[in-house]
C-alpha cells in the first residue's frame, strides 16, 4: 500500500485523513470481517458502534467550549464589571451547561448499549442521536463561547475558533446530520 494524498482540513488537524492507495493486496479469509457478502451491513453494525464515541468527542468540546468561555467571563470586565454578573451572558452558559448535560446522558445511554451488545438496526435511532445531539449541540456551544467572548472569540488567540471548526467536523463525520434524522425517522417509523 501507499499513502496518496494527505488531506489539509479546515478542521480536526490532530487527525490525519490520507487516501491510501491498496495495490496487488491480498488479504487471507481468516482476516475477513464479517460475513462474505455482508460488507454494507457489518459496516451499519461499525458505525452503530462508532456513533457514541462521536458523540463523546463532542461532549468533550462543548464541555471545552464553556470552560473557557466561563472562566474568560469572570476576568473580562464591562461596564465596571466582570461580564459573567451579566444576566445575558448568565443565560447563555446555564444554556451551554444544559445541553451539554443532555448531549452527555444520550451519548452515555448509547455507549451502555453498545457494552450490552444491543448493536443491531432496531437501535440504530439510539446511536445516531446520541451523535447528532451532541455533533449539533458541540456547534451551538462553540458559537455562543465566541459570542461570550465578543470580538476576542473570533481571533486565533482563544482556542474557540478552533472548536468551532472542529464542531463542524463532528457534525459530518460518520454520517452528517442530515443523514442521522433520516436514520433515526426511518428507524422510528420502521421503514
Same mark, same amino acid.
Given at each position: 500500500?501507499?499513502?496518496?494524498?494527505?488531506?489539509?482540513?479546515?478542521?480536526?488537524?490532530?487527525?490525519?485523513?490520507?487516501?491510501?492507495?491498496?495495490?496487488?493486496?491480498?488479504?487471507?479469509?481468516?482476516?475477513?470481517?464479517?460475513?462474505?457478502?455482508?460488507?454494507?451491513?457489518?459496516?451499519?453494525?461499525?458505525?452503530?458502534?462508532?456513533?457514541?464515541? &462521536? /458523540?463523546?468527542?463532542?461532549?468533550?468540546?462543548?464541555?471545552?467550549?464553556?470552560? %473557557? !468561555? $466561563?472562566?474568560? =467571563?469572570?476576568?473580562?470586565?464591562?461596564?465596571?464589571?466582570?461580564?459573567?454578573?451579566?444576566?445575558?451572558?448568565?443565560?447563555?452558559?446555564?444554556?451551554?451547561?444544559?445541553?451539554?448535560?443532555?448531549?452527555?446522558?444520550?451519548?452515555?445511554?448509547?455507549?451502555?448499549?453498545?457494552?450490552?451488545?444491543? &448493536? /443491531?438496526?432496531?437501535?440504530?435511532?439510539?446511536?445516531?442521536?446520541?451523535?447528532? %445531539? !451532541? $455533533?449539533?449541540? =458541540?456547534?451551538?456551544?462553540?458559537?455562543?463561547?465566541?459570542?461570550?467572548?465578543?470580538?476576542?472569540?473570533?481571533?486565533?488567540?482563544?482556542?474557540?475558533?478552533?472548536?468551532?471548526?472542529?464542531?463542524?467536523?463532528?457534525?459530518?463525520?460518520?454520517?452528517?446530520?442530515?443523514?442521522?434524522?433520516?436514520? &433515526?425517522?426511518?428507524?422510528?417509523?420502521?421503514?
Amino acid at each position: 500500500f501507499s499513502i496518496a494524498k494527505h488531506e489539509r482540513k479546515m478542521g480536526m488537524r490532530g487527525i490525519a485523513t490520507c487516501m491510501l492507495n491498496l495495490d496487488n493486496v491480498a488479504i487471507p479469509l481468516e482476516n475477513q470481517v464479517g460475513e462474505l457478502n455482508q460488507g454494507f451491513k457489518t459496516a451499519m453494525v461499525g458505525f452503530n458502534q462508532m456513533r457514541p464515541a &462521536i /458523540g463523546s468527542r463532542a461532549v468533550g468540546l462543548a464541555q471545552g467550549c464553556l470552560d %473557557y !468561555a $466561563a472562566n474568560y =467571563a469572570k476576568e473580562r470586565e464591562a461596564f465596571g464589571k466582570p461580564i459573567a454578573q451579566h444576566q445575558a451572558v448568565q443565560f447563555m452558559l446555564a444554556d451551554m451547561f444544559m445541553d451539554i448535560e443532555a448531549a452527555r446522558l444520550l451519548v452515555y445511554r448509547a455507549a451502555a448499549m453498545v457494552d450490552a451488545g444491543q &448493536i /443491531g438496526k432496531e437501535n440504530a435511532r439510539y446511536f445516531s442521536t446520541a451523535k447528532t %445531539y !451532541a $455533533a449539533d449541540m =458541540a456547534m451551538k456551544c462553540a458559537i455562543d463561547g465566541i459570542q461570550v467572548l465578543g470580538g476576542a472569540g473570533y481571533m486565533k488567540d482563544h482556542p474557540l475558533e478552533r472548536f468551532m471548526r472542529d464542531a463542524k467536523q463532528i457534525q459530518i463525520v460518520e454520517g452528517t446530520s442530515q443523514i442521522q434524522r433520516m436514520i &433515526i425517522a426511518r428507524n422510528l417509523l420502521d421503514l
